[in-house]
């Protein structure tokens, strides 16, 4: 191959070279990062979202933070409380990084400081309680510990937003005593409603038994009215038929004879029924008689003639 060729060929691969050579310290940070950067191994200053261009054999990326709200899992603590029982703890912390550089040149393991401090502090705080009031204290612990977290890493650029005790472990002897307390607070529970329950259930019996007799006392008085009614209908309809007959009597004009046959009949009537002493006038009497005459005379005389 000619030497001319070689030459631009050389040119060309040079040119490749620095252009992958520069691109190479072209710098993208992404959202929610942020990138600590030195100078000849002092600090140049921090590098947020964007495109930023980093001088070749100067400088260099030192720490990549993150900037989102991060979550620790503490392991198991043993914590000693006031009245002297020993059981584990573990914790939950929630943090973010408000300052890349104090995390990055604050604390030379910001993790096993933040863990060392959180356990430092929760065994401060239950040294102070007794069992009965860790086990029932759990908000108050987290936020006295997430005050004092917040505040002592605060001079680390991390920010504690939150603390939580994650699980309390008590020994086995106490844990088999707490086993059987909640096991007879749940009988008593379950007893207090069955009680409630039989009791709710007589007291719907009662009312029930209460409405039932209510109600065939309401039939019973609508029956009564119902038959008042029909037996004072039944009368207005009697009194109806005798004013009725009467005003048909006035209308045929009756003899005297006629009244009297009448009367015959009503007394008859009152014959009929339970009196043992009856009166009759004399203007009855006598026609009692003609009737008794007229009877006779209808008689049938073969039935006289047999007699």
Same mark, same amino acid.
């Given at each position: 191959?000619?030497?001319?060729?070689?030459?631009?060929?050389? #040119? %060309?691969?040079?040119?490749?070279?620095?252009?992958?050579?520069?691109?190479?310290?072209?710098?993208?940070?992404?959202?929610?990062?942020?990138?600590?950067?030195?100078?000849?191994?002092?600090?140049?200053?921090? #590098?947020?979202?964007?495109?930023?261009?980093?001088?070749?054999?100067?400088?260099?990326?030192?720490?990549?933070?993150?900037?989102?709200?991060?979550?620790?899992?503490?392991?198991? /603590?043993?914590?000693?409380?006031?009245?002297?029982?020993?059981?584990?703890?573990?914790?939950?912390?929630?943090?973010?990084?408000?300052?890349?550089?104090?995390?990055?040149?604050?604390?030379?393991?910001?993790?096993?400081?933040?863990?060392?401090?959180?356990?430092?502090?929760?065994?401060?705080?239950?040294?102070?309680?007794?069992?009965? /009031?860790?086990?029932?204290?759990?908000?108050? %612990?987290?936020?006295?510990?997430?005050?004092?977290?917040?505040?002592?890493?605060?001079? #680390?650029?991390?920010?504690?937003?939150?603390?939580?005790?994650?699980? *309390?472990?008590?020994?086995?002897? *106490?844990?088999?005593?707490?086993?059987?307390?909640?096991?007879?607070?749940?009988?008593?529970?379950?007893?207090?409603?069955?009680?409630?329950?039989?009791?709710?259930?007589?007291?719907?019996?009662? @009312?029930?038994?209460?409405?039932?007799?209510?109600?065939?006392? @309401?039939?019973?008085?609508?029956?009564?009215?119902?038959?008042?009614?029909?037996?004072?209908?039944?009368?207005?309809?009697?009194?109806?038929?005798?004013?009725?007959?009467?005003?048909?009597?006035?209308?045929?004009?009756?003899?005297?004879?006629?009244?009297?046959?009448?009367?015959?009949?009503?007394?008859?009537?009152?014959?009929?029924?339970?009196?043992?002493?009856?009166?009759?006038?004399? @203007?009855?009497?006598?026609?009692?008689?003609?009737?008794?005459?007229?009877?006779?005379?209808?008689?049938?005389?073969?039935?006289? /003639?047999?007699?």
């Amino acid at each position: 191959m000619p030497f001319s060729f070689i030459v631009p060929l050389i #040119w %060309i691969l040079l040119a490749i070279l620095l252009i992958a050579f520069l691109a190479s310290n072209i710098v993208i940070v992404p959202q929610a990062k942020a990138y600590i950067i030195e100078r000849l191994g002092t600090y140049r200053g921090t #590098w947020n979202t964007g495109l930023h261009f980093k001088v070749p054999l100067f400088e260099r990326i030192v720490r990549r933070v993150t900037l989102k709200e991060q979550v620790v899992d503490f392991p198991p /603590q043993p914590v000693i409380t006031k009245d002297n029982v020993t059981m584990q703890i573990d914790t939950v912390v929630y943090f973010q990084i408000t300052d890349p550089k104090l995390f990055t040149y604050g604390i030379e393991s910001p993790m096993a400081a933040i863990e060392n401090l959180t356990a430092t502090t929760l065994r401060n705080i239950i040294g102070d309680l007794e069992l009965d /009031q860790t086990l029932t204290s759990r908000d108050i %612990i987290n936020t006295k510990m997430r005050a004092i977290l917040d505040e002592a890493t605060d001079a #680390w650029g991390i920010k504690v937003n939150r603390v939580e005790l994650k699980n *309390i472990i008590p020994p086995a002897a *106490i844990q088999e005593s707490m086993e059987k307390q909640m096991k007879a607070e749940r009988e008593r529970r379950e007893a207090i409603l069955v009680a409630e329950g039989k009791k709710q259930s007589a007291i719907l019996v009662a @009312e029930g038994e209460k409405e039932s007799t209510v109600l065939r006392a @309401e039939a019973s008085r609508l029956a009564k009215i119902k038959e008042a009614e029909g037996e004072a209908e039944a009368l207005l309809t009697v009194q109806k038929a005798l004013a009725n007959s009467i005003s048909l009597l006035n209308q045929a004009a009756p003899t005297e004879q006629v009244i009297k046959l009448k009367s015959l009949e009503a007394f008859t009537s009152v014959a009929d029924g339970k009196a043992t002493k009856i009166i009759i006038p004399s @203007e009855i009497q006598s026609l009692a008689g003609l009737a008794t005459s007229f009877k006779e005379v209808m008689v049938d005389p073969t039935q006289t /003639q047999q007699k």
